[in-house]
T-cell receptor
Framework: DAKTTQPPSMDCAEGRAANLPCNHS???????VYWYRQIHSQGPQYIIH???NNETNEMASLIITEDRKSSTLILPHATLRDTAVYYC??????????FGTGTSLTVIP | DTEVTQTPKHLVMGMTNKKSLKCEQH?????MYWYKQKAKKPPELMFV???????INESVPSRFSPECPNSSLLNLHLHALQPEDSALYLC?????????????FGPGTRLTVT
């Protein structure tokens, strides 16, 4: 499975868009990109996943570059409740995924 | 019911004790997972059950013993633990066996070994 690289921490002003990058330059053609987040003292929460196309759901948007070597998770209007550690994971069907170190996002009032 | 429940929320045990952690889901999911998470670290996969059979054991010491009595229930039996086993133990489930990765996590059991 492809290794992912994320910045260790980011800040975002409340109400602004939070753009969280993830590098997965060794990703193969059948590996999906998954995003999870973990709010302090809670279990991780699934956010979104994608293969090639950009995806959007009620929580976030996922933008995957055409070469699939990187992606960006976008929280369109960050709130204080979005403060969490965000994990980007790349893997293919049938394998297990392993959390990397993630990005600690702090939303500032 | 769209949640994974874990009991107890907190557990303190001595190194000679035997205890069990319990995880339950009623979403009809066919894969269930145990993870261990140390403070300020990401979750680490321990065990995976797919269709009630143990499919992955990530070289976990034998003092941790998983059990899946039925498709809704997952236990983790603990015996002769060490202080370094103190951590948050997370349970998760996913709908279609190990090939699906939209995992639903419980809130965890915070274990302290004294």
């Amino acid at each position: 499975d492809a290794k992912t690289t994320q910045p260790p921490s980011m800040d975002c002003a409340e109400g602004r868009a939070a753009n969280l990058p993830c590098n997965h330059s060794t990703i193969s053609g059948n590996e999906y990109v998954y995003w999870y987040r973990q709010i302090h003292s809670q279990g991780p929460q699934y956010i979104i996943h994608g293969l090639k196309n950009n995806e959007t759901n009620e929580m976030a948007s996922l933008i995957i570059t055409e070469d699939r070597k990187s992606s960006t998770l976008i929280l369109p209007h960050a709130t204080l409740r979005d403060t969490a550690v965000y994990y980007c994971i790349a893997l293919n069907t049938g394998n297990q995924f392993y959390f990397g170190t993630g990005t600690s996002l702090t939303v500032i009032p | 019911d769209t949640e994974v429940t874990q009991t107890p929320k907190h557990l303190v045990m001595g190194m000679t004790n035997k205890k069990s952690l319990k995880c339950e889901q009623h979403m009809g999911h066919r894969a269930m997972y145990w993870y261990k998470q140390k403070a300020k670290k990401p979750p680490e996969l321990m065990f995976v059950y797919s269709y009630e059979k143990l499919s992955i054991n990530e070289s976990v010491p034998s003092r941790f013993s998983p059990e899946c009595p039925n498709s809704s229930l997952l236990n983790l039996h603990l015996h002769a633990l060490q202080p370094e086993d103190s951590a948050l133990y997370l349970c998760a489930s996913s709908p279609y066996g190990v090939s699906s990765y939209e995992q639903y996590f419980g809130p965890g059991t915070r274990l302290t070994v004294t």
